[in-house]
T-cell receptor, first 115, second 114 residues
């Protein structure tokens, strides 16, 4: 498709399980970003990729969170041993380049609920 | 480091009334400024951006914003709102050498009533 695609759209998981969230950016976009949207915390930056490398992982909240990007395209965000405070909407965005003065295109997000 | 403050968490307004959503930022470096809108159960969509040049920028759906460097503000305005403008609005900044990551404000929920 033409836009950023995220899957699944909704995920309910039991506390302690691992989850993988997927993001398919717009074709040709070199930069990819993960954000988390939760009540009380607003929209928080997690990590960004330039190509397959992640120059900035400063927003990952703990070592249970990791992300990778392969082929300069699809990215997966993995949360290990999920906790209830991980419940949030995880948004992915992509941009044509990483220089800051460009529009970010967002996916519709994955709503994660940890029970 | 940058930070963004949206001064109003909720703004109720009647249809066809004007509205202003306030945004202030702080940064030690030059920034680019953005307003994004999020309709219910959807991702974020760019309304407008300030990169350089004219401080008054116009965006989609009749919105505009004015960059005020001395007051470090980037308030969003619309002269006459519609029911369909009901959504959450986010102000964001991006630094020049920070990989394009966005720092967002807490969001303002605009509720347009008939």
């Amino acid at each position: 498709g033409a836009g950023v695609s995220q899957s699944p759209s909704n995920k309910v998981t039991e506390k302690g399980k691992d989850v993988e969230l997927r993001c398919d950016p717009i074709s040709g976009h070199t930069a990819l970003y993960w954000y988390r949207q939760s009540l009380g915390q607003g929209l928080e930056f997690l990590i960004y990729f330039q190509g397959n490398s992640a120059p900035d992982k400063s927003g990952l909240p703990s070592d249970r969170f990791s992300a990778e990007r392969t082929g300069g395209s699809v990215s997966t965000l993995t949360i290990q041993r999920t906790q209830q405070e991980d419940s949030a909407v995880y948004l992915c965005a992509s941009t044509f380049h990483h220089r800051g003065n460009t529009e970010a295109f967002f996916g519709q997000g994955t709503r994660l609920t940890v029970v | 480091a940058q930070s963004v403050t949206q001064l109003d968490s909720q703004v109720p307004v009647f249809e066809e009334a004007p509205v202003e959503l306030r945004c202030n930022y702080s940064s030690s470096v030059s920034v680019y400024l953005f307003w994004y809108v999020q309709y219910p159960n959807q991702g974020l969509q760019l309304l407008l951006k300030y990169l350089s040049g004219s401080t008054l920028v116009k965006g989609i759906n009749g919105f505009e914003a004015e960059f005020n460097k001395s007051q470090t503000s980037f308030h969003l305005r619309k002269p006459s709102v519609h029911i369909s403008d009901t959504a959450e609005y986010f102000c964001a900044v991006s630094g020049n050498n920070q990989g394009g990551k966005l720092i967002f404000g807490q969001g303002t929920e605009l509720s347009v009533k008939p």
